[in-house]
C-alpha cells in the first residue's frame, strides 16, 4: 500500500503523503475542519519553493522537457491544496469528495512524472 493511503497526519509534522488521513479524520469528525489550513499553509509554501526551483530549472535547461513537467504536475498539486480552504469554508460531503479525488489525482501524477524523470517515488515527494 503506498504511504499517501496509510501514513499517519501529524499536525506538528504537516505532509503531502499524510493529508489523505488528516481528510479521512476531519471527514469523521476526530479533527476539526481548521485543522486542514495547517496543512494547506505548510504545504502550500512547500509547493511555491519547488515551483520557484523548477522555474529556475526551466530556465537553465529549456529543452529539458523534466522541468515542465514537474512543473506542470506541480501545478495539479496546487489545485488539490486549493480545494482544502474551500471545504473548511463549506464542510459538506460533496467538497470533501472534490479534496479527495483532487489529491489522488495529484499523487497519480506525480508518481508518473517521477517514473518519467527518472527518480523513484520517495516516502513523501509529492
Avoid: W
Avoid at 476531519?26 to 479533527?31: F, K, L
Avoid at 522541468?67 to 471545504?87: D, H, K
Amino acid at each position: 500500500m503506498p504511504d499517501y493511503l496509510s501514513r499517519p497526519f501529524d499536525l506538528e509534522n504537516p505532509t503531502f503523503d499524510s493529508l489523505l488521513d488528516l481528510l479521512r479524520a476531519v471527514y469523521q469528525g476526530q479533527m476539526p475542519p481548521y485543522a486542514l489550513m495547517v496543512y494547506y499553509e505548510a504545504l502550500t509554501k512547500e509547493r511555491d519553493e519547488q515551483e520557484a526551483e523548477c522555474r529556475k530549472l526551466m530556465g537553465a535547461h529549456p529543452d529539458n522537457p523534466g522541468p515542465r513537467l514537474v512543473f506542470g504536475a506541480l501545478a495539479v498539486v496546487r489545485g488539490s491544496l486549493e480545494m482544502l480552504p474551500r471545504y473548511v469554508e463549506e464542510p459538506t460531503p460533496p467538497r470533501m469528495k472534490a479534496c479527495i479525488d483532487m489529491l489522488m489525482e495529484a499523487r497519480r501524477l506525480t508518481d508518473a512524472v517521477r517514473g518519467y524523470t527518472g527518480n523513484p517515488p520517495t516516502p513523501d515527494a509529492g
